[in-house]
Each structure stands twice: as structure tokens, then as C-alpha cells.
């Protein structure tokens, strides 16, 4: 029997389906802003525009994108082994934490060189240790992921709370946040960096976590496609029977997926506690672990294609505050909406268009094929 389909290459699922995706998505925005009385063509100018067209907008994006390949990677790596970890808002609450505690209680004592270090250190097992209670219950006693990992984001959301109310706050201050860390606590500015070689850019969030980023990204696509780890846990993620009978011990596999998932998370405490907001407060992840699942669902699971969903989510969220600042008829909700529909066609529907895709490839294969012969 013939088949009426081929496998894509590697490459059209990872850039060719997710940029499909995001033209449909695109297209059906562009409707939207057109039925409420504005230029589409204008608005995408003024969403690009805000997004790069300056090293201000630029700074922005990627300061936004740098939170979204965290958690984005964290969900990525859990769903190698099949597990959806829909927890990484409250893990990268949970990391903040860490971050936090360690700089309050070292930021009078200690370097910046050796305070760099605790951070991550902390930031990792913070994170990791709010995703060890939901790989345990999975694990070992049956419990599904999503719903434990959804539990524990409400837990870490009122933990906060109460910490920051109780524990935390500044002796004084009605707000529930903790003092300004030390300057010698604070993460490298972009800015700053540059301004060292002799080159000028416009203030922004945008710091030193960005590259943490990158390399974290390099690091992920060496565990999981170049290490035996990895490979256990694809393993998992095809088939845990079969990956049982093989000799994997999924129980572990499972716990250290996780955990690794988690302390990912917890990067991004890095970024916006040391690198931006330089306190404790409340709602610093402002949605970033939701969104990484949009990101790593978009780039295929891989750290390329969450780079670069990342940045594109980056784009989005500050060239959607440009926008709605520049058409008043587009308001900030209507941001949200156009976000949405790009998530919807990214996750929800992220191989709608797959079939018809590999129908074309299978055609043009078959008649290259023919002049071949």
C-alpha cells in the first residue's frame, strides 16, 4: 500500500509548520484590526517598530524573551519524557524566592563574583524543590502532573503572599515587598556592559541573564540529543513500558526530568529579581511560566525553536504595549487578544496544518523522483 504521506524533514517541523501558524494567526489579527477601524498593515509597522526599532524596544523584547526561553525550556524538557509541566509560574515564583533570600541575607557581606554564583545555585534548587513534590506524586503514587503542578502554582502564589506580608516586607512600608538589595547584588545591565567597550545603548531591563539564557539553551540541547540522560528520558517519553522492560529505571527518570524542569524555571527569578525588579515582591513572573508553554509548544520542543518563539513573544509583548500606546483603538485587552490568537494557533492548534504540509512535500518528492528516473 502507498502512503500518501512522508515524515517532514526535521526542519519544516521545527520553522516551516510554526511559521505557518504564525501567519494564519497573523492574518486572522489582521481581520480583527481591521473591523475595528484601523490599518493592519499599519499596526504590524507600529508592533515592529516598537518591538525593534530601537535598541530601547530591542532591550525590551529581549528582556521579555530572556523569561520566556526559561520557562519555555522547563516545559520543553518535561515533555521529552511526556510529562506537562503546567507548574512553571509557580517554580519560577519559588526561584525568585531563593534568589531572594540569598541576596538579602549575603548582599552586606559579599561580592558580586561570589553572590553570582549563590543566586543560581539557589534559583536552581528553589525551583527544583517546588517541582519535586509533583514528580514524587507522579512517580511514585499515580498523580497526574498537570493537575498537582496546576495546585502547586495557587500554593506558591499564597506562600508568597504571606511571606511577603508576614516575613519580608520592609520594616514600615505598606507595600508588600521587601527592601532594595545592595547594588553590589544587582545583575549587569546590558547597558553597562556595552558602555565598558565603548558602545551606548538606551536603558532597559534587558541584563547579563540574557546570556545565561543562550548558554542554559546550549546546555538543554547537550542533555537531552548528546547524553545518556537524554536519551533515557526520550526513552520515557515514547513509551515508559517499553522503556521499562529496557532496563530505565522510569521512576528516577521521571524525579530527575522534573527537577531539572523545575530548577530551569527558577531561572527566571534571576533574571527579574536580581537583574530587574533588585527586591521581593509580588507577581514579578506575571505570567511568564504560562507563557513558555505557548514558547516551547511553538519552537517543537527544541531550545532553537524556543529561542526564537522567545523572541517573538518578546516582540509581541512590547510591541503590543507600543501599539496599543499609538492606536488608542487598539486597546491593551486588544493586545491580549491577538497574543492569544498567536498561543491558540501555536499550541491548540499547533498541526492543524501539518496533514496538507506533508502532502505538498510528499508531491513535490514523488515528482523529483519521476524526473529523476
Avoid at 13 to 21: A, K
Avoid at 65 to 83: E, P, S
Wanted: proline share 4%; aromatic share 14%.
Amino acid at each position: 500500500m502507498s502512503k500518501t504521506s512522508r515524515p517532514l524533514p526535521v526542519w519544516a517541523d521545527i520553522l516551516l509548520i510554526p511559521l505557518i501558524n504564525l501567519i494564519m494567526a497573523l492574518l486572522v489579527s489582521a481581520l480583527i484590526i481591521y473591523l475595528v477601524g484601523e490599518n493592519p498593515i499599519e499596526a504590524l509597522k507600529l508592533m515592529i517598530d516598537g518591538a525593534f526599532g530601537s535598541t530601547e524596544g530591542i532591550g525590551y523584547t529581549l528582556y521579555y524573551a530572556t523569561n520566556f526561553i526559561f520557562t519555555g525550556l522547563a516545559v520543553a524538557i518535561a515533555f521529552h519524557a511526556m510529562l506537562f509541566n503546567i507548574g512553571g509560574e509557580g517554580q519560577a515564583y519559588i526561584g525568585g524566592l531563593g534568589v531572594a533570600v540569598a541576596l538579602l541575607a549575603l548582599d552586606q557581606y559579599l561580592p558580586f563574583w561570589l553572590l553570582f554564583p549563590i543566586a543560581i545555585m539557589t534559583a536552581m534548587l528553589f525551583g527544583a524543590a517546588w517541582a519535586a513534590i509533583p514528580a514524587y506524586l507522579q512517580a511514585y503514587r499515580g498523580s497526574h502532573i498537570v493537575i498537582t503542578t496546576i495546585m502547586f502554582n495557587f500554593i506558591a502564589a499564597n506562600l508568597m503572599v504571606y511571606l511577603l506580608v508576614n516575613i519580608f516586607i520592609m520594616p514600615g512600608s505598606m507595600t508588600p515587598e521587601s527592601r532594595v538589595f545592595a547594588e553590589n547584588a544587582w545583575m549587569p545591565s546590558m547597558q553597562a556592559i556595552f558602555a565598558t567597550v565603548g558602545i551606548e545603548l538606551s536603558d532597559s531591563p534587558l541584563n547579563l541573564s540574557f546570556i545565561i539564557a543562550l548558554v542554559t539553551s546550549f546546555i538543554v540541547w547537550i542533555y537531552i540529543w548528546h547524553t545518556k540522560w537524554g536519551y533515557e528520558m526520550r526513552s520515557v517519553g515514547f513509551s515508559e513500558p517499553a522503556a521499562s522492560y529496557a532496563g530505565i529505571n522510569t521512576k528516577k527518570v521521571i524525579m530527575v526530568t522534573m527537577l531539572i524542569s523545575g530548577a530551569l524555571a527558577g531561572f527566571a527569578g534571576i533574571n527579574e529579581i536580581m537583574g530587574v525588579q533588585h527586591k521581593l515582591m509580588l507577581d514579578f513572573v506575571a505570567g511568564y511560566g504560562f507563557t513558555g508553554i505557548a514558547v516551547a509548544l511553538m519552537g517543537r520542543n527544541h531550545p532553537v525553536g524556543i529561542i526564537m518563539a522567545s523572541i517573538l513573544f518578546g516582540a509581541l509583548f512590547q510591541g503590543g504595549a507600543e501599539l496599543s500606546f499609538d492606536m488608542p483603538t487598539i486597546s491593551k485587552e486588544m493586545v491580549f487578544v491577538i497574543q492569544g490568537l498567536i498561543i491558540l494557533f501555536s499550541g491548540a492548534l499547533a498541526y492543524m496544518s501539518k496533514p496538507w504540509i506533508e502532502k505538498l512535500f510528499s508531491f513535490f518528492y514523488k515528482d523529483i523522483s519521476k524526473k529523476d528516473t
